[in-house]
């Protein structure tokens, strides 16, 4: 059935291109029926229509006319079968024909294909080879151009070393010209020499002999003097070397001095940063206070020792450099810091500072005002205060209002003074009327002891014992004639406690000046005295001192006229 | 600032005494000696020939008076004018002659240096120094006055003998490691001696007082070397102008170079300032131009100038050099050190026109005065920081840290200013043309620009 059906495409096929719409309907009509058959009992006449129209399309002969009924021609149809044949074998042929030349093609094509692809590999190749070679090409025309330059620089050198040799040249052959210039003058003149027979000889003429530029006398040449010669010569180059020593000495302490000094800023630059920003810089805290203590140490040590050694120097300089290091990196963070902030506008990094800063700015500000209101409130009060017009009490009172407090203790003062000055008064005139009373009682004890020793001597006699106590009494009398004197307005407790005292060891030294303030009650004993100032004190001391030596001079006159009685009495 | 008179003058010999009262020229044979105030002629002496050389001594109280064609030497006394001395080389000739520094004792160089001979004009009595070198400078005196430095060559060698100066006794006498020694100068301490090597080879060598070697400085070789050296007052540094147009500048303590000082023809980067001379015109018009104009000729001679500070970059003009001939014009031939070791003031021979000032506190340049003529001769005032300058016209220039001014000279017929001297006091300056001489004589209170 295919084959019958690829048949019948074929011929539908190869008709087609002649095709009328009867044909076509004529086709469609006539396809295949139920069974697949082209041809069955009912349409044989269209069948044998269809065919015979079909080779006469073909070319050949009808085989079925249509008048003559169902009946075919069987010859004609064989014929035509036969030519049906042979066209089918001639096209049989020619599709194996047309095979064959396919399948030829098909293998050109193959090998077309082959061929381009290795041609293709070639050109890769090639081109490869020749951007090689390109290359190599352009590596050796630098490598023409560098030696170009190099012999443009070595003919440049040697143009310049053939300059050289030239004006050396030149310079040689100017020389040995004005050397065979002179030589030959020199020739000529020993001949003139040789032939002028009067020979001028060397001669100074001189008025007189002027004497040396510094007065002095020439001296021989001896030893002496070229020891001396060479004694200047070194004392010079000493004298100079140690200028310059010493020039370069300040020079060195003062670049000393400032070296220490920028280590001094630098370390306290880099400090005040650490202490500022707490960041990045905990990480470096460690290291960077180990080093600075060290600095610090060695710093206490240098500013005790000079650097005169070699270490010494050489540490100030590492140093330097180290803390030089330290501030470069510190001024490169900053740097890098404010650039990173700038492009990344993120000024997290400067607004801590920057309202530390602010906060800073305002709070100086606002002291800074209110020191200038206090200036100007005060200077308003100044201003009142001279300007201002005041009434007379107000005025008088307040006149002279800054010394009120001391005057009244000045007053108070000296009222203590009078008072002092009354009492010593007082007392001056006691003791001159003890005086007066003890020039009259020594007046009566002398008559008295004259008296005694008249009654002494008369009555000298075994019996001494019957005459002491008047002795006793007499001198008791005495102690007490002795010392009222002293203790004139002293309470009668200070006599008995002076009697108490054995006659025979009379203290004859003056009392200390304890005592003699006690016994004229200037020494406050009870507390009922009135209160006492210093200045009072001091009053008291001087009008004391002031009377002090004549009241000595009365005691010591006393005690010699005791002492000489006492001698006089021993005897 | 006044100018005094214009005098005549022959070779170029006008001298201040030491002392600075006195004004010594010669005019033809005549040793005419002047008041340096007043200008009045105080003596006259009459010498047997033209004067090639004279000197005051250093008390001031005696002139020499040096003929060299004659062989002759006279020296003159101020206090006595009759007192008469003359020294008569004879057949040996004379080529050079000098002061000792106490001013008793000549020094004469005989001709082919065979030999120096020292006169004392105390005793009368001769001393001899064999083997004097013939070179740029082979006697130094330190500046005290105790020593002097002579080079010798024996035996194709250079050696230096140290003199003291009280009796010429030889002190130091030692070889120098140079091949022929050009020069030797001492330190204004007198207690180190520069030696330099002549222009073939870079070497300068530096001798302490007692001989010995202290340091060695070449700084390249095979190119031509040393030109001009310079020690600064104060002793601090040297300075060394060589034939590459720089200048070197070593320190006392190393004696290693610290600085170097270039002279490029195009000025770019630099804080200093260039001054240029610019010279005013005086405008002509046609109908002055009549003879008499012409032959009168001052006007249009002596044109005004004034300077100009010059932005930057400014171009110098160089003049190249004769390759072919001997000492090229070309390096550093001037060096001077000012008064205080502030400045130092350079002229490379290759840009004539210009003067070089530099800073030596700052080691950098100064100020660059470039004139309208190549520049022939400056010095520094003995005691301020100024510089007096001349071209060769008839113009006095002076430098100063302020500012720097351009002086016209007031004489008749151009006066030619080729060289120039500073007074002892730095009150003023003597001029000398070629036949003239002119006085000027600065204001007390500083000039401004």
């Not at chain 1, 020191?371 to 005041?390: T, V």
């Not at chain 1, 009398?477 to 004197?485: D, K, N, W």
């Not at chain 1, 009922?528 to 210093?534: D, E, L, M, Q, R």
Request: with cysteine.
């Amino acid at each position: 059935m295919p084959e019958s059906s690829t048949v019948k495409d074929v011929l539908s096929s190869s008709v087609e291109c002649r095709t009328s719409p009867l044909r076509r309907f004529s086709l469609t009509s006539l396809h295949r029926n139920s069974l697949g058959v082209f041809c069955s009992e009912d349409n044989v006449q269209e069948c044998l229509s269809h065919i015979s129209q079909e080779l006469s399309s073909f070319g050949l002969p009808p085989v079925w006319t249509a008048g003559g009924g169902s009946e075919l021609n069987i010859v004609a149809v064989l014929n035509c079968m036969y030519d049906l044949i042979q066209l089918h074998r001639r096209g049989l042929r020619t599709l194996e024909n047309m095979e064959v030349e396919q399948l030829k093609s098909n293998s050109n094509v193959d090998f077309l294909q082959l061929s381009t692809t290795r041609l293709k590999e070639q050109l890769e190749i090639s081109k490869r080879e020749n951007t090689g070679l390109l290359e190599r090409e352009r590596q050796l025309q630098l490598k023409v151009k560098s030696l170009q330059n190099c012999l443009k620089n070595e003919k440049e050198e040697v143009q310049k070393l053939q300059n050289v040799i030239a004006s050396r040249a030149s310079q040689y052959n100017h020389e040995m010209k004005r050397k065979e210039r002179e030589f030959n003058k020199l020739k000529e003149r020993l001949n003139q020499l040789l032939v002028d027979k009067k020979e001028k000889k060397q001669a100074i003429d001189v008025l007189n002999n002027i004497g040396r530029a510094d007065g002095k006398r020439s001296l021989w040449k001896t030893e002496k003097t070229e020891a001396k010669h060479e004694g200047e010569m070194y004392k010079t180059l000493l004298s100079d070397y140690d200028t310059r020593q010493r020039e370069l000495q300040l020079e060195n302490a003062e670049l000393r001095k400032v070296l220490q000094q920028m280590k001094k800023d630098m370390v306290s630059i880099l400090s005040s940063r650490k202490q500022a920003a707490k960041g990045d810089k905990h990480e470096h805290g460690g290291t960077q206070a180990a080093s600075e203590e060290e600095d610090e140490v060695f710093d206490s040590s240098k500013d005790s020792v000079e650097l005169y050694c070699v270490h010494a120097r050489e540490k100030l300089t590492n140093s330097i450099r180290l803390q030089w290091r330290r501030l470069k990196s510190h001024v490169e963070r900053l740097d890098s810091q404010v650039s990173s902030a700038q492009t990344s506008e993120s000024k997290t990094a400067d607004a801590v500072p920057r309202e530390t800063h602010e906060e800073e700015m305002d709070r100086l500000k606002l002291e800074i005002q209110q020191c200038k209101d206090f200036i100007q409130a005060q200077q308003q009060l100044l201003q009142q205060q001279l300007s201002s017009p005041c009434d007379e009490e107000t005025a008088s009172l307040l006149s002279d209002c800054y010394m009120l407090q001391e005057k009244e203790r000045l007053g108070d003062e000296w009222k203590t003074l009078e008072e002092q000055r009354k009492i010593f008064e007082r007392e001056r005139r006691n003791f001159t009327e003890a005086a007066i009373r003890l020039s009259h009682e020594r007046k009566a004890f002398e008559e008295e002891r004259a008296t005694w020793l008249k009654h002494q001597f008369l009555n000298l006699s075994p019996f001494s014992d019957s005459k002491k106590p008047s002795l006793s009494k007499s001198k008791s009398a005495f102690l007490i004639s002795a010392e009222t004197e002293v203790s004139a307005a002293v309470a009668p407790e200070k006599f008995i406690k002076h009697q108490s005292e054995p006659p025979s060891c009379v203290p004859l030294t003056s009392p200390s000046t304890a005592d003699l303030y006690r016994t004229l009650c200037l020494i406050p004993e009870d507390s009922s005295t009135k209160p006492k100032t210093k200045m009072e004190h001091v009053e008291e001391s001087s009008v004391f001192c002031g009377n002090a030596p004549v009241r000595h001079k009365l005691w010591d006159d006393i005690q010699d006229r005791t002492l000489s009685q006492e001698k006089n009495s021993s005897i | 600032m006044n100018f005094s008179e214009v005098f005549k003058q022959t070779n170029q010999l006008c001298k201040v005494s030491p002392d600075g009262k006195y004004l010594a020229t010669c005019v033809q044979y005549r040793l005419v000696v002047r008041d340096v105030s007043t200008l009045q002629i105080l003596q006259l002496y009459t010498c047997l020939d033209q004067v090639s050389h004279m000197e005051w001594s250093s008390d001031s109280l005696f002139i020499l008076c040096a003929m060299y064609n004659r062989g002759l030497v006279q020296v003159w006394s101020l206090e006595q004018p009759d007192w008469h001395c003359k020294i008569d080389e004879g057949s040996i000739g004379l080529v050079s002659s000098r002061w000792s520094p106490d001013g008793r004792h000549i020094l004469n160089t005989t001709e082919f240096h065979l030999r120096v001979t020292v006169w004392s004009l105390c005793t009368k009595a001769v001393s001899y120094i064999k083997h004097p070198k013939a070179c740029q400078k082979a006697v130094d005196f330190s500046r005290d006055g105790r020593y002097l430095a002579l080079a010798e060559r024996r035996d194709c060698k250079d050696y230096v003998c140290v003199f003291v100066c009280d009796d010429w006794h030889l002190l130091r006498h030692f070889e120098t490691e140079t091949q022929d020694l050009a020069g030797l100068e001492w330190s204004p301490n007198g207690c180190v001696l520069a030696v330099w090597d002549s222009c073939l080879e870079y070497k300068v060598l530096l001798y302490s007082l007692d001989g010995r070697l202290l340091s060695t400085y070449s700084a390249y070789e095979w190119s031509l070397g040393v030109k001009s050296v310079s020690w600064s007052p104060s002793s601090q540094f040297l300075a060394i102008g060589s034939y590459d147009e720089k200048v070197r500048i070593l320190n006392h303590i190393t004696w290693k170079k610290i600085a170097q000082f270039e002279h490029p023809a195009i000025l770019d980067s630099t804080k200093a300032t260039v001054y240029k001379e610019v010279e005013k015109r005086p405008a002509v018009g046609s109908d002055e131009m009549s003879l008499h104009s012409i032959t009168i000729g001052t006007t249009l001679f002596n044109t005004q100038s004034k300077y100009e500070i010059s932005p930057l970059p400014v171009q110098i003009p160089v003049v190249k050099p004769d390759p072919d001939r001997a000492n090229p014009k070309i390096g550093i031939s001037a060096l001077a050190f000012s008064s205080d070791s502030r400045y130092l003031a350079t002229k490379n021979d290759n840009m004539a026109t210009a003067v070089w000032v530099w800073d030596m506190q700052k080691m950098s340049l100064q100020a660059v005065l470039e004139q309208t003529s190549a520049v022939r001769c400056f010095q520094w005032d003995p005691l301020r920081p100024r510089l007096a300058l001349c071209t060769g016209n008839a113009k006095l220039y002076l430098w100063s840290p302020g500012g720097c001014v351009s002086v016209q000279v007031p004489a008749e017929g151009g006066f030619q200013v080729q060289s120039l001297n500073w007074h002892c006091s730095g009150d003023s300056v003597i001029l000398l043309g070629k036949e003239q001489l002119c006085l000027c004589y600065m204001d007390t209170d500083q000039e401004d620009k």
